[in-house]
């Protein structure tokens, strides 16, 4: 039920197959959200005490006080079966399975879920933003959205690469859980009106850059992602 | 041509300006007197927004930093657009805010692979940005990080979006920034490091750029910290100008 109310209000999947853009990614169904997608670097607790001792160096000088956030734009939103071309000047890349938070009702709190994965060209420093290595079209595949239930935050999900044996995680792992983060953010913006927060969790970097991908979670619909090398642009 | 957002009769509207300026044109052809408008940031739900930092070399110096060989881009969200003559909460914990008079470039046109000797012709208008930034709360971690960049309210946009025919050389802009009446920022989009239309082919050459998505394209030098109360006003040649009032000073149970 709550799927149909975001599908009337949020989500509008609609068929835009005479879009020579959309074309070219052969997505036949696109998901528009109306709000901003964050997501949060570092967040991984593995990830993060392996780079630690670098936050003490320049350019970072000091370690984060605050969560790190990017914003993933519009262009890389692409839904469940996607085929995501990869373009062949990206000799690597860092694919972070996720859990995508929408906030459409009462601000900063959540009322849907998602699966996602995000993905980016791999690139070691965080100092910059990395508009570039993030922000390619297709580059955030968002499974359908259910409604909220914490509980996802105590299972276990999988990402299964075919071919290769499944990898699991979880969120037991987040340096900020979602509430925390929610706390931290909502103290100078607001989360509302079709946001998305995507949690991070675990981070594998590939080499492999042609792979059928599917992430599944316990009571969501899984969401499949094909990874497929491009033409260099 | 010039168009506006507005808030009329409970809801968000576009509207255009009348020949002589002084009223809006609604869909419904009914006019609003300018003067009684209320101005909402003149942006598009969900759309792209890119901002330049250190994108004016003589900031960039100001700062301390060189002149970047490839450009800073950083992207926003919009719950901190705020219209014009709105009002920006005053940080709590900081006084280090400084007001950025920066020209807008709207895309018109799906942008992909698009050459910069073509690019202007997807640029469907302008407006003007007042970047604000809070030093305090910089840290170096995909800086400028968002508490410094996407706080609610604090990236007052607008009045409205002049049609990009209107504007001959959107690289010949003189803009100003004064705080209370007093001039703390005078440039020209002359002196920006990255041009717009180098900027929309470099985005367009990784990512597709849809109409609606917004570049803020940077600031010109002159670092002014601002007190609660403030009245700051950004100018922009050929634009018009954009007024905004720094709230108080926060209460201490705020955030």
């Not at chain 1, 103290?187 to 946001?195: F, P, Q």
């Not at chain 2, 109360?229 to 108080?248: A, F, K, Y």
Request: aromatic share 8%; charged share 20%.
């Amino acid at each position: 039920m709550a799927v149909e109310f975001l599908s009337f209000r949020l989500l509008s999947p609609c068929n835009l197959i005479t879009s020579n853009i959309l074309n070219t990614l052969n997505i036949l169904e696109v998901m528009i959200i109306t709000g901003t997608i964050y997501a949060v670097a570092l967040n991984n607790r593995d990830e993060y005490e392996r780079r630690e001792s670098s936050f003490l160096e320049p350019p970072y000088k000091s370690p984060p006080n605050s969560p790190v956030l990017y914003i993933k734009p519009r262009n890389c939103v692409a839904v469940s079966g996607a085929r995501v071309e990869i373009p062949a000047d990206i000799p690597s890349l860092t694919l972070a399975p996720s859990l995508a938070l929408l906030f459409a009702g009462t601000p900063n709190q959540p009322s849907a879920m998602a699966l996602a994965l995000d993905i980016c060209e791999t690139h070691a420093s965080v100092f910059r933003p990395a508009i570039r290595e993030q922000c390619r079209d297709g580059f955030l595949p968002l499974g359908e959205f259910v409604e909220w239930d914490p509980d996802i935050l105590t299972g276990v999900c999988e990402m299964n690469v075919h071919g290769s044996q499944a990898r699991s995680f979880d969120f037991a792992g987040l340096r900020r859980t979602p509430d925390e983060l929610i706390s931290e953010l909502s103290s100078y913006m607001t989360l509302s009106d079709g946001d998305v927060l995507l949690v991070g969790a675990m981070q594998v970097r590939t080499e492999r850059l042609d792979a059928q991908l599917v992430l599944t979670a316990p009571g969501m619909t899984g969401l499949k992602v094909t990874l497929a090398r491009g033409l260099a642009i | 041509m010039k168009r506006a957002r507005i808030y009329h009769a409970g809801q968000a509207i576009w509207a255009e300006f009348n020949q002589t300026e002084d009223h809006l044109i609604l869909p419904s052809g009914a006019l609003v007197a300018t003067g009684e408008a209320q101005w909402l940031p003149p942006n598009l739900p969900g759309s792209t927004i890119f901002a330049l930092g250190l994108n004016y070399a003589d900031h960039t110096r100001e700062l301390g930093f060189e002149p970047p060989s490839k450009p800073l881009i950083f992207l926003k969200g919009h719950k901190t657009f705020v219209g014009h003559e709105g009002m920006t909460p005053y940080p709590k914990g900081a006084r280090q805010i400084h007001p950025e008079c920066e020209l807008v470039a709207i895309i018109g046109q799906p942008c992909r692979n698009v050459r910069e000797e073509d690019a202007l012709a997807h640029v469907g208008g302008y407006t003007i940005a007042c970047d604000y930034a809070v030093r305090e709360f910089l840290e170096n971690y995909y800086r400028p990080n968002l508490r410094v960049k996407n706080r609610d309210a604090t990236t007052p946009t607008g009045p409205w979006i002049v049609d990009a025919q209107d504007i001959a050389n959107p690289m010949a802009l003189r803009l100003t920034t004064r705080v209370n009446g007093t001039i703390v920022q005078d440039g020209s989009t002359a002196d920006m490091v990255f041009s717009i239309a180098w900027l929309i082919a470099h985005l367009s050459s990784f990512m597709t750029l849809m109409p609606g998505d917004m570049i803020l394209t940077g600031t010109p030098h002159g670092v002014h910290f601002c007190d609660p109360g403030d009245r700051v006003e950004c100018e922009i040649e050929n634009i018009g100008t954009l007024v905004n009032t720094l709230g108080p000073e926060p209460l201490a149970a705020a955030g």
